[in-house]
């Protein structure tokens, strides 16, 4: 599992995307307790502190919750978490138009450029 | 939380050359903090000052409530730019009497660091390679349970499998509430890993910030604004 993140742009806000893909990817579970802090830091090479801060906005976002005693816990809320998938694709989506846009192409162009490549993908 | 470091009016002047002008600063626990700038910025003379190493010139300085000396040493793990361990000792003697030195040294966690970067301890300090010594003393400084970690340059001699594995290894062994400052100009290597920077510049301080702040207040990395900063 790995951790790509950028340098121009804010760790938290880097680590909040990558554990809610997880999180929709399904390589966190819904319901399976998530690893420590540390460990998460550990793994993704950040200091605790700002992994810390991710999952904290994480928590009140609803994606994770705590569970005093026995630690964090992935929601189990399949609602949530394809609210959570929706909002990502529109991210990407929305970059990728954002890309489109400035090569050129109009809505009506990318849309058709679309279709053409899923219809031969589909052969 | 109260600060582990403070300094007020910090002044370190080698004849007329001042070294560090006015530096004030408060640090709290359990950060870790870059401490950045060019050649000849005053990088390693505030780390010194830190140590009781050198004396300010005028100012005052405050580790855990005390000025440099005795107190401070037993709560500042201290890693210096160069090496000092005795050539012809065992790594497992110096592990002894480091052991001897500190009641916070924790000689599990230092074979057991020793272990995973398969460092031999029965071998002669005059035996290993340059890199090997680095990680040997990274080693002996991060097994300590301190509260202040002083690190010059831990990453300047090693080769980026091994900067991994020590950026690691400081990460995996600090106390919750210990602070870390790292003094480097490998910005990028280490950057991911701090909370906040420090920029000096002619023995002042022209910056302090987080480092999330700068991503998101100039949209560019700590490296890159660094670059910028101190344009030659």
Known sequence: MSWDLKTDRPI???????????????????????????????????NPNTMQKALSMLEEDGLLYTNRTSGRFITEDAK?????????????ISEFLEKMKSLGFGKTETLSIISTMLEEAKK | MSSILTCNNLSKSFGNKKALNNINLNLERGRIIGLLGPNG?????????????????????????????????????????????????????????????????????????????????????????KGTKEKVQLILVMSREAQLYLLDEPIGGVDPAARDYILDTILGNYQENATIIISTHLISDIEQILDDIIFLQNGQVVLTKTVDEIRDENGKSVDTLFREVFKC
């Open chain 1, 12 to 46: 938290y806000s880097q680590l909040i995307e990558q554990i809610e893909i997880k999180i929709c990817s399904g390589i966190f579970a819904p319901g399976s307790k998530l690893p420590s802090v540390r460990e998460l830091a550990q793994e993704a090479a950040v």
């Open chain 1, 80 to 92: 949530m978490i394809e609210q959570a998938k929706h909002k990502l694709a529109q991210d990407q």
């Open chain 2, 41 to 129: 910025s005053g990088k390693s003379t505030f780390i010194k000052l830190c140590n009781d190493l050198l004396t300010p010139t005028s100012g005052e300085l405050q580790i855990g409530g005390n000025a440099p000396g005795i107190e401070t040493k037993r709560i500042v793990s201290y890693l210096p730019e160069r090496t000092y361990l005795n050539d012809w000792m065992k790594v497992s003697e110096i592990i002894q009497m480091f052991q001897d030195f500190y009641p916070d040294f924790n000689v599990e966690k230092a074979y057991d660091m020793l272990k995973r970067l398969s460092i031999n301890p029965s071998e002669r300090i005059k035996t290993l390679s």
